[in-house]
C-alpha cells in the first residue's frame, strides 16, 4: 500500500495527478461532494445556533468506505480538492467523514494541473481553511432556509410542486423586468438620410446626415431640397486613436465570450472547461481574477516575441472591476502558451483557442488607429450660403494592428449596417462632390434586448450577485425550474419607407423586413412572472438586489474570519422567517388572473390564469360549478393572450372519427398538439404543417400509423410475463430496459438473439457494477442501481415466455 493517499474531486483530475507522482503516492477522486443536508426540515438546527445536520449522501456511502479503508492505510493523507470556497468545504467534509484531524490533515492546492504546480503544491501543503468553510457553510445553510421555508409557500399561495431560491429568483426577476420594459416600449419612427458620391477611379463617398428625421413630409422636403445642391467637403478632421486589449478571461467573460464566438450555453462553457483544467492544458475555470503570474507573463512575453516581433509586445497586469472578487488567484489561461493547439474534442479546441488567444492578445501592444471625420456641406440650387445640416462621413484606418492581429473581442450589441464608417477614400477640403443617390430610409426605435445565458452572468455579476461557480448552476435551474424557457423565435414582418433622389427624381416605395426575431434568448415564463409577483410583493427584501449583493459581501466577510457565520444567520432568519409566517395567514393566492371579456355563447367572463398545471384560459368565474378549461399553446402568454385566441381554444378536443374501433380526436397539452387513439397520445409537429384545429382525419391517421411504426421499430424484444423488461432500439444502440434503468448490451452482441437468461445476467451484472451517472459538470459520481431479484422471480414462476417483434405493427385501415 502507497505511504501517500491524495484524494481529489473528479477521477480525471486524479489520473492526470497519479501520473506527476510517483509510487509512493495513489490518487483517488471523491467524485465531488460526499455529505450534504438531508431533505427534510431537521438538517439545521435553527434554536442551537443554526447548527447543520451533515450525512453521507447515499451514492457516496461506497466512496467513502473505500477511501477510509485507504486513509486507514496510509501514513499521509493529502487533501487536493479544487482551490475555491466548495472545495475547501469539500475537503472539510472529506476530513469529516473519513475521520481525519482537521488540524492535523494536509491539504494542498493548485491553480493549474502541471507536474510544477502539483509538486510545489506537495512541498508547500497548509491545514483546511475554516474560514473559507464556514464562508461555504452559511451559503449553504442560508440557501436551504430560504428554500425550504419559501418553497412552501409557493406551494400554498401559487401552485403545488414550485421552488424558490435566494439567487435563483432575484435571477428571473431580472428576466421579468426586462419583459415588462419591452411590453412597456414604444416603438417610434425616424428616417436616416444617406448621400452616395461618386469619385475617381470608381470610388465612392458615403455620408450620412448628422441628425435623424421624423417625419415623411420633412424627409421629402430635404431630398427635395437637396436635388440639384452643390455639395462640398467643408471640413476634414483626422485623430489618433488606441484601442486596447481586453483583460485575460474571469468565469463570467469566458462565457461571455464562449456564448458569442462558439454559440456555447453557460453550462457548456463550465462542462469543456472542467475538461481543458482536469486534463492539465489551462488554469482552474473558477474565478474572478484577472491577474496572470509573473511567469505567465513571460511565456507571453517569450511566444509573443518569437511570433509576431518584439514591437507587438507590451507586458501589463489588468485590475478587476467586479464586486466583492473572492478569488486572489490567476485568470484563466493556458498552461503553456507555447501550445497553441491542444488534442481533444472539437469543442476543447475551439474553447482553448479562444482562451489562448485571449490571453496572448492581453500582452501585446495597444493597436494604433487614425480616424478621419469629413463633414459635407449642402448648398441648395439658388442659394448663396449652405444649410445648417451637414453629411457626415467617418473613417477609421489601423496603422498598427498590436493585439489586433490575433483577437478581437465580442459585443452583445446586434450589428449595424446603419453607420458609414470604414476606410475614406482620399479627400481635401473645398473638393466638391457630385451626388450620385440620396435615400431616407425609415428605422425604428429598438426595443432593450432580451438577456443571453451570458449576458444574464454579465448583469449578476454587475450588482454583485453570486460567484463564479455559481453562475451555471443559477442559469440551469431557472430553465429547470420551467420559470424560464431559453428558445429561438420568428419575427414578425414589418413595412418601411424609402425616398430615393436619383437623377433628379424622387422616388418612394414600401419595402417589408422581419423585425423580432431572436435566438437564444431567455423568456420568462407565465409561472416565472406570477411567482415573481408574488415574490417582490411580499418578500421585497430577498428579492431586493442590493440585499443580495450585501449577502454575497457578507460571505466574502466570513471567509477573511472577520465575521461568525451563525451572527450573520441570526440577524438574517428572524425577520425572514417572520415575513413567511405574515405572508402563510394574510396573502392572497396568486394565479396571474386576468380577465379577457365575455363568451358570445354563454355570456360568462372569460379568464386567463395559472391553474395547477400551468398557463390556462377558464369560461366561468372562479364559483361557477360548470367552467370550462383549456391550456395554452406554448407560444402564447396569460399575460396577453386576446380574447379571439382564447375561444379559438375551447375549439378543442376535435373529434374527427373512428380508427380500428376507437375515437380519434386532437387537442393541447403539456407538451404541445397531439392526436388521441384510444390510449395512444401521437405529438402532432407544427412545422410539418399540422394543426390540431385543421387537421383532417386521414392525416391524423398516418400520424398514428407513424407513431406505431416507431414504436415497433424501437422495439426487438419482449418478455410476456415481465413486461418491465424489453430489448430495445436506442440511440446509440441496442440495450436492455430494465423497469426505470437502462443496461448496455456488449459491443459485437447480436441483441435480437439474446435469451431471457443472458438478458437476466446482463442486468445482474450491471447491478453488481453500477454505473456513473454524470454530475456537476461533467463530473461522475457513483450511483447505486435498486436491486430486482429477476432470477428469483423467474425461479419460482418458470421461464417466462419470449416475445421476437414484427417489423411492423400498422394495419390497413
Known amino acids: 500500500m502507497s505511504k501517500n493517499l491524495v484524494i481529489v474531486e473528479s477521477p480525471a483530475k486524479a489520473k492526470t495527478i497519479e501520473g506527476y507522482l510517483g509510487s509512493d503516492y495513489i490518487v483517488k477522486s471523491s467524485y465531488g461532494h460526499v455529505r ?10 435553527i434554536k442551537d445556533g443554526f447548527v447543520p445536520v451533515y450525512e453521507v449522501t447515499e451514492d457516496k456511502k461506497a466512496v467513502v468506505s473505500e477511501l477510509r479503508k485507504l486513509a486507514q492505510k ?11 470556497r466548495e472545495g475547501e468545504a469539500i475537503s472539510w467534509h472529506l476530513a469529516e467523514a473519513l475521520n481525519l484531524d482537521v488540524k492535523t490533515t494536509k491539504r494542498i492546492v493548485f491553480h493549474e494541473i502541471t507536474k510544477k504546480a502539483i509538486q510545489e503544491a506537495i512541498k508547500n501543503p497548509r491545514y483546511i481553511d475554516l474560514d473559507l468553510v464556514n464562508a461555504q457553510q452559511a451559503r449553504r445553510v442560508l440557501d436551504r432556509l430560504v428554500g425550504f421555508e419559501l418553497s412552501p409557500v409557493l ?17 428571473v426577476r431580472i428576466l421579468v423586468e426586462r419583459e415588462r420594459e419591452i411590453e412597456k416600449f414604444s416603438v417610434s419612427s425616424f428616417y436616416n438620410v444617406r448621400g452616395i458620391f461618386g469619385l475617381e477611379n470608381n470610388a465612392a463617398l458615403k455620408a450620412d446626415l448628422s441628425r435623424k428625421i421624423v417625419e ?23 485623430k489618433p486613436a488606441k484601442r486596447t486589449a481586453a483583460a485575460p478571461f474571469t468565469t463570467s467573460t469566458l462565457q461571455q465570450e464562449a456564448s458569442r464566438k462558439l454559440g456555447f450555453s453557460v453550462a457548456q462553457t463550465m462542462t469543456v472547461a472542467q475538461r481543458l483544467y482536469e486534463s492539465g492544458k489551462i488554469t482552474y475555470m473558477r474565478t474572478d481574477s484577472v491577474n496572470l503570474s509573473e511567469f505567465a507573463m513571460d511565456a507571453c512575453k517569450n511566444e509573443i516575441n518569437s511570433s509576431f516581433g518584439s514591437q507587438y509586445s507590451k507586458p501589463r497586469q489588468y485590475t478587476g472591476k467586479s464586486k466583492g472578487a473572492q478569488e486572489a488567484h490567476e485568470a484563466i489561461r493556458p498552461t503553456e502558451m507555447a501550445a497553441r493547439e491542444v488534442d481533444g474534442e472539437r469543442n476543447e479546441i475551439r474553447l482553448y483557442e479562444l482562451i489562448w488567444k485571449r490571453t496572448i492578445a492581453s500582452q501585446m501592444a495597444d493597436a494604433e488607429l487614425e480616424k478621419t471625420t469629413a463633414t459635407v456641406s449642402i448648398t441648395p440650387q439658388g442659394a448663396s450660403q449652405p444649410i445648417k445640416d451637414v453629411l457626415v462621413a467617418k473613417g477609421e484606418v489601423i496603422k498598427f494592428e498590436g493585439f489586433l492581429k490575433v483577437y478581437m473581442e465580442s459585443t452583445d ?51 454583485g450577485i453570486g460567484r ?25 414582418e414589418r413595412k418601411y419607407e424609402v425616398v430615393t433622389l436619383k437623377s433628379n427624381r424622387i422616388h418612394a416605395e414600401t419595402k417589408t423586413e422581419t423585425t423580432g426575431a431572436e435566438k437564444g434568448k431567455l423568456y420568462p415564463t407565465d409561472i416565472g412572472i406570477v ?4 415574490l417582490v410583493e411580499n418578500f421585497p427584501t430577498i428579492l431586493d438586489y442590493q440585499f443580495t449583493a450585501k449577502v454575497e459581501e457578507e460571505f466574502d466577510t466570513i471567509a477573511e474570519g472577520k465575521m461568525e457565520w451563525q451572527e450573520m444567520m441570526k440577524s438574517f432568519y428572524k425577520p425572514f422567517h417572520t415575513s413567511v409566517e ?77 380508427y380500428e374501433g376507437k375515437s380519434v380526436s386532437t387537442a393541447i397539452g403539456r407538451f404541445g398538439p397531439y392526436v388521441k387513439h384510444g390510449s395512444t397520445f401521437a405529438s402532432i409537429k407544427p412545422k410539418s404543417g399540422d394543426d390540431p384545429y385543421t387537421i383532417t382525419f386521414e392525416r391524423a391517421v398516418e400520424v398514428i400509423r407513424e407513431k406505431a411504426l416507431a414504436e415497433s421499430l424501437r422495439l426487438i424484444t419482449a418478455f410476456d410475463e415481465y413486461p418491465d423488461i424489453q430489448v430495445l432500439n436506442g440511440r446509440f444502440g441496442p440495450y436492455i430496459k430494465s423497469g426505470k434503468e437502462n443496461v448496455k448490451i456488449p459491443k459485437g452482441t447480436d441483441a435480437a438473439t439474446l435469451s431471457l437468461d443472458e438478458v437476466l445476467e446482463l442486468i445482474k451484472k450491471a447491478e453488481e457494477n453500477p454505473s456513473v451517472k454524470r454530475g456537476k459538470f461533467g463530473k461522475k459520481a457513483p450511483v447505486s442501481k435498486e436491486k430486482v431479484p429477476l432470477k428469483k422471480a423467474a425461479a419460482k414462476k418458470g421461464a417466462p415466455k419470449k416475445t421476437v417483434a414484427k417489423k411492423s405493427a400498422t394495419k390497413k385501415k
Request: hydrophobic share 30%.
Open 36 to 45: 450534504d443536508l438531508p431533505k427534510s426540515d431537521v438538517a439545521i438546527n
Open 74 to 84: 496510509s501514513e499521509t493523507v493529502w487533501l487536493a480538492t479544487d482551490e475555491d
Open 155 to 171: 406551494w400554498k399561495k401559487v401552485r403545488p410542486s414550485l421552488s424558490a431560491g435566494r439567487v435563483q429568483s432575484v435571477a
Open 216 to 238: 415623411s413630409s420633412e424627409a421629402n422636403q430635404f431630398l427635395q431640397q437637396s436635388n440639384g445642391a452643390n455639395f462640398r467637403i467643408g471640413d476634414i478632421e483626422t
Open 413 to 463: 450589441d446586434e450589428e449595424s449596417d446603419d453607420s458609414a464608417s470604414g476606410m475614406l477614400p482620399p479627400l481635401k477640403v473645398g473638393q466638391e462632390l457630385n451626388l450620385s443617390e440620396m435615400t431616407a430610409t425609415q428605422r425604428y426605435t429598438q426595443k432593450p434586448p432580451r438577456y443571453s445565458e451570458a449576458a444574464l452572468v454579465k448583469k449578476l455579476e454587475e450588482l
Open 468 to 492: 463564479p461557480s455559481t453562475y451555471a448552476p443559477t442559469i440551469s435551474t431557472v430553465q429547470k425550474r420551467e420559470y424560464v424557457v431559453k428558445e429561438e423565435r420568428q419575427g414578425t
Open 531 to 534: 411567482v415573481t409577483d408574488f
Open 582 to 658: 405574515r405572508t402563510l395567514e394574510t396573502a392572497q393566492r396568486a394565479t396571474g388572473e386576468r380577465e379577457l371579456g365575455t363568451d358570445p355563447a354563454s355570456g360568462k367572463p372569460i379568464i386567463a390564469r395559472i391553474g395547477r398545471f400551468g398557463p390556462m384560459v377558464q369560461i366561468g368565474a372562479s364559483d361557477d360549478e360548470d367552467k370550462k378549461f383549456a391550456s395554452l399553446r406554448s407560444e402564447q402568454s396569460i399575460g396577453n393572450i386576446s380574447l379571439e385566441e382564447a375561444l379559438k381554444l375551447f375549439e378543442l378536443p376535435r373529434t374527427l372519427g373512428e
